[in-house]
């Protein structure tokens, strides 16, 4: 995550928390950043004709963000970590409306190599399948579920997950191992 005073962030999502909307227009400079490095981390992982530029994916998930009315932001990492969610969530939704509007759109299965998916030329199909095989995981193990949500789609590293998550780094590590190994399981069979 960047360098930006943590602090002042967390201040302003406090205050937004308190329903104070007056904060939108002063928080986002301090935020634009890290959503565009992380709405970048997933548009890499897409396939290469992708429609979704990482401003656009950015200025939705920010509007979904900052519309959230139940969340009580805790921090800049929670902030964060809600936000790989909703860029997740809304690339998602982008996968499906392609594969609906594809002829013949049969989804490959391919297995998660380290921390990127092998590339091919359609990765809608591979998205939904790792979807659909992390919300498998998320039933029967949601911590590692949101450790691979947030280290494949969020980009975090792994101390910035452990942050997130409010866990230490050998836990982190030991969950995105697992995790890994689960999924590759999943996706290969």
Known sequence: MSNEPSGEITAMLIELTEGNQEVVDRILPFIYDELRRLAGSYLRRERPDHTL???ALVHEAYM???DQKKVQWQNRAHFFGIAAQVMRRLLMDHARKHLANKRGGDAEVLPLEEEILVVSHDR???LLALDDALERLSEIDPPKARVVELRYFGGLSIEETAEV???????VNRHWKMAK???YSELAG
Do not use: F, R
């Open 181 to 183: 190994a689960w999924l």
């Open 53 to 55: 530029q990482p401003t």
């Open 124 to 126: 809608s199909a591979e």
């Open 64 to 66: 979904k963000l900052i």
């Open 165 to 171: 998550l409010g866990v230490s780094v050998p836990t």
